[in-house]
């Protein structure tokens, strides 16, 4: 079993930053696929960026550029860096583990779900 906590999320003005760290439990964690997803309100899940267990980046394709998802497998973390954030980018932010090693966008991919981060942007 793996347990996730994301942590990183807060109020932030349009065009700032926030990094958003994602800790797994375990000894397995540097041979998982990671990813992060998010939710607004009222919508559904969506993929936001994906990295293989050998750091392989994925990312939804109007997101990238802004964003850069890495992981310390010594520290078994995963971050994901947002830039030039904007009004639509709030969400809760979901950190997800896969227990193979490629990466993968789709949702049902993912074994292993944290409670969410909470980012907020101002206008």
């Known amino acids: 079993q793996v347990q996730l906590v994301e942590s990183g999320g807060g109020l932030v003005q349009a065009g700032g930053s926030l990094t958003l760290s994602c800790v797994a439990s375990?000894?397995?964690?540097?041979?998982?696929?990671m990813g992060w997803f998010r939710q607004a309100p009222g919508k559904e899940r969506e993929f936001v960026a994906t990295?293989?267990?050998?750091?392989?980046?994925l990312y939804e394709g109007s997101l990238k550029g802004r964003l850069t998802i890495s992981r310390d497998n010594a520290k078994n973390t995963m971050y994901l860096q947002m830039n030039s954030l904007k009004p639509e980018d709030t969400a809760v932010y979901y950190c997800?583990?896969?227990?193979?090693?490629?990466?993968?966008?789709?949702?049902?991919?993912?074994?292993?779900w944290g409670q969410g981060t909470q980012v907020t942007v101002s206008s």
């Open positions: 997800a583990a896969k227990r193979t090693p490629l990466p993968s966008g789709r949702l049902y991919d993912y074994e292993y």
């Open positions: 375990g000894r397995t964690f540097s041979s998982y696929a």
């Open positions: 990295i293989s267990a050998r750091g392989v980046t």
